[in-house]
């Protein structure tokens, strides 16, 4: 079974190209223009185990919410569609992970009903180019294309860097636990997800 997608979307705003696998080996090649950000996703592509290239040529000009929200917009169609019929899938995963100083933690359910929690607080508008209260965006934004619930709660930490980079290793350490295959029915007594 290949749990593979591609993803084209041209707006006014934004041009982007995502090719997504989920059961790939962590390689990512990732052009966003907002250098902060293309760092961001290559973790999540090493950390997740899967295979990611993400090309957008965006409104920098203006600034970087465009680029950052149809980013995670597309990249929650490619999870979407490369997810399938669901069948298997562990759906649930939760767990912290540390990035020095800092610790998170972030809790799934691949429900197909979006629904976002988010608990971090930064010293700092900025990391690098990327606006951190687009870090949110980019979260919320995802999980209403991916149709699934997440929480992200940044339990303490001091370094805004730490605090974004421990969210996104923990987000795809966790999308990886829940999308991996353990059965062969779907996890809902609904039969349906």
Not at 31 to 51: C, E, S
Not at 73 to 79: D, P, R, V
Not at 118 to 129: I, L, P
Not at 144 to 157: D, P, S
């Amino acid at each position: 079974m290949m749990r593979q997608s591609k993803i084209e979307r041209k707006t006014t705003e934004t041009e982007i190209k995502i090719n997504f696998n989920l059961d790939g080996s962590g390689r990512a090649s990732i052009k966003t223009g907002i250098g902060f950000l293309d760092h961001m996703l290559t973790l999540f592509a090493f950390h997740g185990n899967f295979d990611l290239d993400v090309y957008c040529n965006g409104d920098l000009q203006v600034d970087d919410h465009h680029t950052v929200e149809d980013i995670a917009l597309s990249l929650g169609q490619a999870f979407k569609q490369a997810l399938g019929d669901k069948i298997g899938i562990k759906r649930y995963s939760s767990l912290y992970i540390p990035m020095d100083e800092c610790l998170c933690r972030t809790v799934i359910d691949i429900s197909n009903r979006p629904h976002f929690v988010y608990k971090v607080d930064y010293s700092r508008e900025r990391v690098g180019t990327l606006d951190t209260q687009n870090v949110a965006e980019f979260f919320k934004s995802f999980v209403n294309e991916a149709r699934i619930t997440l929480h992200i709660e940044l339990l303490y930490g001091g370094n805004d860097h730490h605090k974004v980079e421990a969210i996104f290793k923990s987000f795809a350490r966790c999308l990886n636990e829940a999308t991996m295959i353990d059965s062969n029915q779907i996890r809902s007594t609904k039969g349906v997800l």
